[in-house]
């Protein structure tokens, strides 16, 4: 996937003879039908899952009245139930014999769950089920499934919707430690794919002018600027873009800020306005790939290779 890819914001990637095939979970609303609808304008087929039939249909109309290049279809899908994953993906390489990308993207908020309202002692211990199951496990199993078509295949790229909650508190613990598995999912996959030429990838998003958050008529949303903030398809087009990046073999396994790669490479919202990076907000950037000790100047020693031990990691 490292095919050449353009600078211009709006404008879509070159004609294939094959179409490249790809998920994206949880595309009815939000992230990730704008990641959906930019795909589609860049001639991806995308398929997008949700369990509401209506609102993923509202998503496949929306690329069919713009006239893109691409094509969404829509298959129903409740991520809280392995089997109808499976049966997704095993569906999307019966229908084209490929995967190129999965963007793991569903999510769902417990009962009650407003974001902010509440210390984790406060909160119902059945919020796991959706932070931790949908908001991880899901992603996981999607994730095995379609490493099955990809690492065969040769190619593809894996790519987890996290956030700068990883690196401090944001909304609640659950939440952040969710987004923090994700990235060192991501980093973890990678070292296990590493010569199958599929590549992962977990992306941290700034704030998202969603349609319901344009809709409450705010400048700003907890001080975040929204005339600067990401719109969904900007998210697309970023990931469109690390699709045909010719460094991202090199890139599998990191972090990226999307609003920083998409500065790099000249991509904007539909606006053209430039979206900001949270990392200064948020005290600073991704934590994969970590930091090492000869990275920060400490000089440091195998104790247990001095032991005469062997621990497999000093020769990676």
């Known amino acids: 996937m490292t095919d050449e890819h353009t600078t211009d914001a709006h404008a ?48 496949v109309d929306t690329a069919a009245a713009d006239g893109v290049p691409g094509e969404i279809r829509a298959l129903e899908c409740d991520h809280g139930r392995d089997e109808e994953i499976v049966v997704v993906v095993e569906k999307i390489h019966a229908d084209t014999g490929r995967l190129d990308l999965l963007v793991n993207n569903v999510w769902t908020n417990p009962k009650g769950f407003m974001g902010f309202n509440g210390k984790f002692w406060e909160r119902p211990a059945g919020d796991w089920d959706a932070l931790m199951g949908i908001g991880l496990r899901a992603h996981y199993v999607a994730s095995v499934e379609a490493a099955k078509i990809m690492v065969p295949q040769g190619s593809g790229l894996i790519v987890n919707i996290s956030s700068f909650g990883s690196r401090a508190p944001f909304h609640t613990v659950l939440y952040g430690m969710s987004k923090t598995a994700l ?134």
């Open 12 to 59: 879509p990637t070159n004609a294939r003879a094959t179409p490249r095939v790809a998920l994206v979970t949880g595309g009815s609303r939000g992230v990730g039908k704008g990641v959906a609808t930019a795909l589609a304008a860049a001639g991806w087929t995308v398929y997008v899952t949700g369990r509401s039939a209506e609102r993923l249909q509202a998503t």
């Open 183 to 316: 990235d060192k999912m991501a980093s973890d996959m990678a070292h296990e794919l590493v010569g199958t030429g599929v590549s992962t990838l977990s992306l941290w998003l700034g704030l998202i002018r969603t349609e319901l958050i344009l809709s409450l008529g705010m400048d700003d949303f907890n001080g975040f600027p929204l005339d600067r903030a990401e719109d969904p398809t900007f998210v697309g087009r970023v990931i469109n873009a690390l699709s045909e990046d010719p460094d991202l073999g090199a890139m599998s396994g990191s972090t990226v800020i999307t609003a920083e790669y998409g500065r790099a490479k000249g991509l904007k919202n539909d606006d053209d306005a430039e979206p900001l990076s949270h990392r200064g907000a948020f005290g600073g950037g991704p934590l994969f790939p970590p930091v090492t000790d000869e990275q920060l100047g400490i000089d440091t020693v195998d104790e247990v290779a001095e032991a005469g031990g062997h621990n497999g990691f000093a020769e990676e």
